[in-house]
């Protein structure tokens, strides 16, 4: 039972019998101001946690000289001064809304600073690369066969998957077209010059975004995490020569072997489909592909696994290396890393076929 | 009079799948006290903690969380006793994706019915009690290492544990928040009663806070010492003891 009474200039609470948190402390707020609050407990038969928790939020707010509570029970007073013992933090004025052409400049600072940022990552990048030329970059050759290791033939099944479905799926789609002019043999040589020229460069650069790009991103992102990059530069090693050059050189080494493999897979999907469910015989097949396979269409290919390659662990590293310190900026991480390399390769693909275009290839 | 024991071991072994670290490990805990863990670094210290909080299986032997024999304890049983521990981790352990009061709010909500309402009260008391009051709102990044780790604590305390197990508490602290840290562990022990389990190699805690203690000897690799620390301190029962806590000063039989 709760009783409160108004003497002079004290409001007084006399709690009594069972406390457990289900009474109301039924005082105005208004009431509160200025008064000094006095608790006293008669005859507590017994109380638990969850009244001390209801005294603290009648109370948390009234200054530390207004209130007194000597007369409750021993434990109760001990939790209710240790709870009490620090004022609340001033919460913070809500920060009002900038203006709308002051939100326009900060968005264009901020697109502006990160040009800058990925700018001088890439500049870093390519110098390192200059570097190793000449001899000079630092690297483990241990960490190189590592990230060889797992970029190449680990990613060997699941591009060859991949790719024999792609070549598959094409294959099938354009048959159901090509068959109604009776020119299902052509399919052979679609397959084989788009997968030769740009669909395994794309596949294999997909894939690649998701597995390696990803890993890179989140590996990097860990190492900020755990202060090693932070020791790195403290020992005066290039982060940029010690992690990122292994990575390129792994993507450089393997993308053209890949992208071989997809191309490869792409057109044995493509035959599988006119061999089993469109009657054209292998011999014809393989023919057609042969005629229409020409180095120019697979260079171009192997083109933009390389260029393709250098975006994956570019955008990896650079996502990984500008991490946060917590566990959500590595998951941020390695989301933008897949998302901008793809971006990027596509953006790429689009400037390689108008300038190879344009040169006639 | 004795206390019942809250946490009780006999001759338990602790290590990894194949590696024993410790072994013939017995000792008692009873109810409301301040048992300190204590040995030099890679000794097996936070492998006993992580022994007997459940993370890892002990190799041998048997121990005891509130009389259940936790070895041969059910999954229900086991749960029952993580319901009634609390567990302070090294940095702090908050997930940086959420903000102070639904840190300390999630064990409320997973192991309560209470209204949304009535967890706020509860949250808002508890980082009260940590003198995090106000903080509600505050991720784990935008506070200090101390702040964390006092909110670490309150989340330990959401569900008023029996137990409460602190890995390394001093670690990453500057002297004062260590010393607050300190009396905050007293704090709560006295108020609320609380069984307080501590890991650590610090011997200002180990010297402020420890009603009880044991000394994991690596050189043994068992127990080699309990007790009181100020008493071992004045008593040291060998030269490892005496070494530790005297921060290597040189033995001689019959020291003091």
């Known amino acids: 039972m709760i009783e409160i009474k108004t003497e002079g200039n004290s409001i007084i609470c006399i709690f009594e019998g069972v406390l457990d948190g289900a009474q109301h402390i039924d005082i105005p707020l208004a009431e509160l101001n200025n008064k000094k609050i006095q608790l006293i407990g008669k005859n507590i038969t017994s109380w638990n946690t969850d009244f001390v928790i209801l005294l603290f939020n009648t109370f948390k707010n009234i200054p530390k000289d207004h209130i007194t509570y000597s007369q409750l029970p021993e434990g109760m007073r001990q939790l209710l001064r240790l709870a009490l013992q620090t004022a609340p933090k001033e919460p913070e004025t809500a920060k009002s809304r900038p203006p709308f052409l002051e939100r326009v400049g900060g968005w264009g600072l901020s697109v502006w600073s990160s040009i800058k940022k990925g700018g001088l990552f890439v500049c870093g990048s390519v110098a390192s690369w200059g570097r190793q030329l000449c001899g000079k970059a630092v690297y483990r050759s241990k960490d190189f066969w590592l990230v060889l290791g797992d970029c190449g033939p680990k990613s060997m099944a699941i591009v060859s998957l991949i790719s024999f479905m792609v070549g598959l799926i094409l294959s099938f789609v354009s048959a159901i077209q090509l068959k109604t002019f009776g020119a299902q043999i052509y399919v052979a040589s679609l397959v084989t010059i788009a997968m030769t020229r740009i669909m395994g460069a794309i596949m294999t650069g997909i894939i690649m975004a998701g597995r390696t790009g990803a890993s890179y991103a989140a590996t990097i992102g860990t190492m900020q995490v755990n202060e090693e990059l932070d020791a790195l530069q403290t020992m005066g090693i290039s982060r940029t020569d010690f992690l990122v050059l292994p990575r390129i050189n792994a993507l450089l080494l393997s993308m053209p072997i890949?992208?071989?493999?997809?191309?490869?897979?792409?057109?044995?999907?493509?035959?599988?489909?006119?061999?089993?469910?469109?009657?054209?015989?292998?011999?014809?097949?393989?023919?057609?592909?042969?005629?229409?396979?020409?180095?120019?269409?697979?260079?171009?290919?192997?083109?933009?696994?390389?260029?393709?390659?250098?975006?994956?662990?570019?955008?990896?590293?650079?996502?990984?290396?500008?991490?946060?310190?917590?566990?959500?900026?590595?998951?941020?991480?390695?989301?933008?890393?897949?998302?901008?390399?793809?971006?990027?390769?596509?953006?790429?693909?689009?400037?390689?076929?108008?300038?190879?275009?344009?040169?006639?290839? | 009079?004795?206390?019942?024991?809250?946490?009780?071991?006999?001759?338990?072994?602790?290590?990894?799948?194949?590696?024993?670290?410790?072994?013939?490990?017995?000792?008692?805990?009873?109810?409301?006290?301040?048992?300190?863990?204590?040995?030099?670094?890679?000794?097996?210290?936070?492998?006993?903690l992580r022994t007997l909080t459940g993370l890892i299986p002990a190799q041998a032997g048997q121990f005891w969380v509130?009389?259940?024999?936790?070895?041969?304890?059910?999954?229900?049983?086991?749960?029952?006793?993580?319901?009634?521990?609390?567990?302070?981790?090294?940095?702090?352990?908050?997930?940086?994706?959420?903000?102070?009061?639904?840190?300390?709010?999630?064990?409320?909500?997973?192991?309560?019915?209470?209204?949304?309402?009535?967890?706020?009260?509860?949250?808002?008391?508890?980082?009260?009690?940590?003198?995090?009051?106000?903080?509600?709102?505050?991720?784990?990044?935008?506070?200090?290492?101390?702040?964390?780790?006092?909110?670490?604590?309150?989340?330990?305390?959401?569900?008023?544990?029996?137990?409460v197990y602190f890995d390394e508490p001093s670690a990453g602290l500057d002297p004062i928040s260590s010393k607050n840290l300190d009396d905050l562990i007293l704090e709560i022990n006295k108020t609320l009663g609380t069984t307080i389990i501590v890991v650590t190699h610090e011997l200002p805690s180990i010297f402020a806070i420890g009603k009880n203690s044991i000394f994991l000897d690596k050189t043994v690799h068992t127990i080699s010492a309990g007790g009181n620390p100020n008493e071992l301190l004045k008593n040291p029962p060998n030269k490892q003891v005496y070494e530790f806590l005297t921060r290597g000063e040189k033995y001689e039989k019959g020291t003091k």
């Open chain 2, 66 to 163: 509130r009389g259940v024999d936790f070895m041969q304890a059910s999954k229900q049983e086991k749960l029952e006793i993580s319901k009634h521990s609390g567990i302070l981790y090294q940095s702090g352990a908050l997930f940086s994706s959420m903000t102070l009061a639904e840190n300390v709010a999630l064990p409320l909500q997973q192991y309560t019915s209470y209204l949304p309402d009535k967890i706020r009260q509860i949250v808002a008391f508890k980082l009260a009690l940590v003198g995090l009051s106000g903080y509600e709102d505050y991720y784990p990044s935008e506070i200090s290492g101390g702040m964390r780790k006092r909110a670490g604590l309150a989340r330990a305390l959401a569900l008023d544990p029996e137990i």
């Open chain 1, 258 to 361: 890949l992208v071989l493999l997809a191309d490869f897979m792409g057109i044995l999907g493509g035959c599988c489909v006119c061999v089993l469910f469109w009657d054209i015989p292998l011999a014809e097949y393989i023919k057609y592909s042969v005629n229409s396979f020409s180095i120019g269409h697979f260079l171009v290919g192997i083109l933009h696994g390389l260029v393709f390659g250098l975006i994956i662990t570019l955008c990896g590293c650079y996502f990984g290396v500008n991490c946060g310190r917590n566990a959500d900026s590595v998951g941020t991480a390695t989301t933008n890393a897949v998302v901008y390399s793809i971006v990027w390769m596509i953006v790429m693909t689009g400037l390689l076929t108008v300038i190879l275009n344009s040169l006639g290839v």
């Open chain 2, 1 to 48: 009079m004795k206390k019942e024991p809250i946490l009780r071991a006999e001759n338990l072994s602790i290590g990894y799948e194949g590696k024993i670290i410790m072994k013939d490990l017995s000792f008692e805990i009873p109810k409301g006290d301040i048992f300190i863990i204590m040995g030099g670094s890679g000794c097996g210290k936070s492998t006993l």
